[in-house]
């Protein structure tokens, strides 16, 4: 069973920066592929991007593309999002997802674990 615990959310001005960190229990945390996501009030969830289980390939939604990094340490059990020059549009509950595959997808319902969210808040 795969637990992902998100930390690192926060309130921020907007041209801020966070780092978002996401812990996973599991043996075969490096054949998952990792995704972000996230969920503003009234809105569905939506993807934000993705790692490969190698950490060799990235893909963003063109939304934050330029402005948010996705990398992980397999070593660590671990996936992070850093974001930069955020916008009050960011504002939302980010999700850490994983996959039981290596290859990366946008696809929300190809996730098969998540974890609880963290805040993030960005104001003017």
């Known amino acids: 069973q795969v637990q992902l615990v998100e930390s690192g959310g926060g309130l921020v001005q907007a041209g801020g920066s966070l780092r978002l960190s996401c812990a996973a229990s599991g043996r075969t945390f490096s054949s998952s592929a990792m995704g972000w996501f996230r969920q503003a009030p009234g809105k569905e969830r939506e993807f934000v991007a993705t790692i490969s289980g190698s950490g060799m390939s990235t893909y963003y939604a063109d939304s934050v593309k330029g402005r948010f990094t996705i990398s992980r340490d397999n070593a660590k059990n671990a996936v992070y999002l850093q974001m930069n020059r955020l916008k009050p549009s960011d504002t939302a509950v980010y999700y850490c997802?994983?996959?039981?595959?290596?290859?990366?997808?946008?696809?929300?319902?190809?996730?098969?674990?998540w974890g609880q969210g963290t805040q993030v808040t960005v104001y003017s």
């Open positions: 997802s994983a996959r039981a595959s290596t290859f990366m997808t946008v696809t929300r319902q190809a996730y098969d674990h």
